[in-house]
C-alpha cells in the first residue's frame, strides 16, 4: 500500500478493485477522497468552505472580472468586496457595486444617473436597489454587506455598475444557491 506524506497529513492511494478500508463510498479512477484531521470546530470548517463573500475587481477598460455571482443560502449576510485595479480618477471611469432584481436593471439604472455623481449614481430610498456600494476610483477598495433573507430562490438578481455609460457592459448576474 502507497501514501503520499505531507508533514503529519497523509493521502492513501488505493488500487483499483482492491480498495482498503476506510475507503471512499463510491471509489472511482483517478478521483480523491480525503480525510483531514483539523483541530478546530466542525461548523467552523463548514462556514470556512462556505464562502459568505466574494471579491470583485472592475478596471478602467470598463469590465468587472466575473460575470456571475452564487450566494449560498446557508449564509445570513453576504459581502461584496470591491476593488478598482485601474489608474483613472473617479469622475472619469468611477466604478460601483449595485444589485437589482434582472428585471429591475435597466429602469434602476436610468434614474441612477438621474440622481448624480453625489448620490453615487443610486436614487435615494430606490426601494428596487436590494445593495449598492459608494462609487470608487482606481486604486480604491469599496465593499457590501446585505441581508440574504432578502433574496428569494428561483429570482433572478442583476447586478451593474451605474456610472453613466457602465450599465450596458458592466453588469452580471447572481442568484441564491443551496
Ligand atoms: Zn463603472
Known amino acids: 500500500r502507497k501514501a503520499l506524506a505531507f508533514g503529519q497529513q497523509k493521502i492513501n492511494l488505493h488500487r483499483l478493485g482492491a480498495e482498503f478500508e476506510p475507503k471512499a463510498l463510491r471509489p472511482t479512477p483517478g478521483s480523491a477522497d480525503l480525510c483531514l484531521l483539523v483541530s478546530t470546530p466542525l461548523v467552523e470548517v463548514m462556514a470556512h468552505l462556505q464562502r459568505c463573500d466574494v ?33 483613472l480618477p473617479k469622475a472619469a471611469m468611477g466604478h460601483n457595486w449595485v444589485l ?27 426601494t428596487r436597489v436590494l445593495a449598492h456600494t459608494k462609487v470608487i476610483g482606481g486604486g480604491e477598495s469599496t465593499s457590501v454587506t446585505f441581508d440574504v433573507a432578502k433574496l428569494k430562490s428561483g429570482e433572478s438578481y442583476a447586478w451593474f455598475c451605474s456610472f453613466p455609460g457602465h450599465s450596458g ?10
Open 55 to 87: 471579491a470583485i475587481e472592475a478596471n478602467d477598460a470598463m469590465q468587472f472580472n466575473k460575470p456571475s455571482i452564487a450566494v449560498p443560502a446557508s449564509c445570513k449576510q453576504f459581502t461584496v468586496n470591491l476593488k478598482h485595479v485601474g489608474k
Open 100 to 126: 437589482t432584481k434582472a428585471a429591475d436593471l435597466q429602469a434602476t439604472a436610468t434614474d441612477g444617473i438621474s440622481a448624480g455623481a453625489d448620490k453615487d449614481y443610486v436614487k435615494p430610498g430606490d
Open 169 to 178: 457592459i458592466m453588469k452580471g448576474t447572481l442568484a441564491l444557491t443551496k
